[in-house]
Structure formats: C-alpha cells, structure tokens
T-cell receptor, first 113, second 114 residues
Framework: GNSVTQMEGPVTLSEEAFLTINCTYT??????LFWYVQYPGEGLQLLLK?????DKGSNKGFEATYRKETTSFHLEKGSVQVSDSAVYFC????????????FGKGTTLSVSS | GAVVSQHPSRVICKSGTSVKIECRSL??????MFWYRQFPKQSLMLMAT?????????EQGVEKDKFLINHASLTLSTLTVTSAHPEDSSFYIC??????????FGPGTRLTVL
C-alpha cells in the first residue's frame, strides 16, 4: 500500500541552526509529494510540493527534493527561526480525482532563541 | 493562493445536540472536499471524501449516520455531527481540491462537547 514515514520528533534547535526532517514514502505509481506546516491551533498550510522525480520544491527558505531512487522527500532549511516552530507533515497523493492525501505522523519542531 | 474557510472556528455544545461545520473554497471550485479529524499531537485522520453532487465516501470505522456530509455545490461542503457526545470532541479540518493535485486546508474547527 501507499504510506509516508517521517522522523519522529520533537526536534529542538537553536535559532539559525540547520534543519533536516526526514521523510520517506512507499507508493505504487508516481505520487506527488508535499510538505504541510501546522502552527498551533491552526489548520494546515501548504509549504512546498514536488510532482515528479528530481523536482525541488522550495518556499520561505525551506527546500525538499523528490528522490525517486531513495523514495525520499527530506525537508531542509539552512537557518531556522523561532517563528518556524510548528508541526511539519510530509504527504503524498496521486493526481486523480477524489484522491486523498496520505500523511506522515508529523514532526514537531521547536526553535529557541 | 487558494483559500479555504471553515465556520465556526470553535463550538461548544451539550451532549446530544447536533453541530454543523461549513467548509468553503473562496476562490476556486472544489470538485472534491475532504474531512479530517485530528486528535491532540497526532496526525490527521481522513474521515470522508466528498465529490460535488455525490454521496460522500467514508473511511472504514467512520459512522456515516453520525457524521453527515453534504457537498451541495462546488464551493461548499458541510459536516454535521449528529447527537454529539464528549468523545466526538476534536479538531475537525476540511480540505478542498480543484483540478490540480494540491489540497488546500481550512483553518479547522475545535469542537468541544460537554
């Protein structure tokens, strides 16, 4: 079946540290991959996406590259800020009508100043 | 970007009453809307998928008679929690999908059943 596995948190970093949150997937076919971010008490916001192998999604200093050979989509940021503290979800879906997202369990990031 | 709204953002109700939550896509037509439930510090659990004008498809273990979903138009879906009980207290989130593969999420509704 299709699934997403992401590293368990919480991840605790100091401001300006380098961030990596690992995400791997299992899928039949060729999914699109996403990172969503959830701030406390809010819904999910799309952070970035990639739709095919070797695509790099980027937004707000975050990046992730769709690696088909390793079935991975790791999230990285060179210098985190306190405002990046949130829960990050890796997810996949297929570009077919009515297909839902399959989420990882989420990784909590806490950045201190 | 695409915007999805939910109303209300918070609701407190007495046990046994019904609560309706609205989900609207504000600037695009949502051919498919999804309803999720999220428990504290956990991931989102898909409850059901609804396509405009069709009956919703519920995930295994989700009671369709308890969680009524209506997707009457391309911009509106509603979730009604019928005869709510304290164990239904949760954070309910909707998402909407148009012609692309990207889902856009609403801000969520915090339901507390006393």
């Amino acid at each position: 079946g299709n699934s997403v596995t992401q590293m368990e948190g919480p991840v605790t970093l100091s401001e300006e540290a380098f961030l990596t949150i690992n995400c791997t997937y299992t899928a039949t076919g060729y999914p699109s991959l996403f990172w969503y971010v959830q701030y406390p008490g809010e819904g999910l916001q799309l952070l970035l996406k990639a739709t095919k192998a070797d695509d790099k999604g980027s937004n707000k200093g975050f990046e992730a590259t769709y690696r088909k050979e390793t079935t991975s989509f790791h999230l990285e940021k060179g210098s985190v800020q306190v405002s990046d503290s949130a829960v990050y979800f890796c997810a996949l879906t297929f570009n077919q009508a009515g297909t839902a997202l399959i989420f990882g369990k989420g990784t909590t990031l806490s950045v201190s100043s | 970007g695409a915007v999805v709204s939910q109303h209300p953002s918070r609701v407190i109700c007495k046990s046994g009453t019904s609560v309706k939550i609205e989900c609207r896509s504000l600037d695009f037509q949502a051919t498919t809307m999804f309803w999720y439930r999220q428990f504290p510090k956990q991931s989102l659990m898909l409850m059901a998928t609804s396509n405009e004008g069709s009956k919703a498809t519920y995930e295994q273990g989700v009671e369709k008679d308890k969680f009524l979903i209506n997707h009457a138009s391309l911009t509106l879906s509603t979730l009604t929690v019928t005869s709510a009980h304290p164990e239904d207290s949760s954070f309910y989130i909707c998402s909407a999908k148009g012609t692309s593969d990207t889902q856009y999420f609403g801000p969520g509704t915090r339901l507390t059943v006393l």
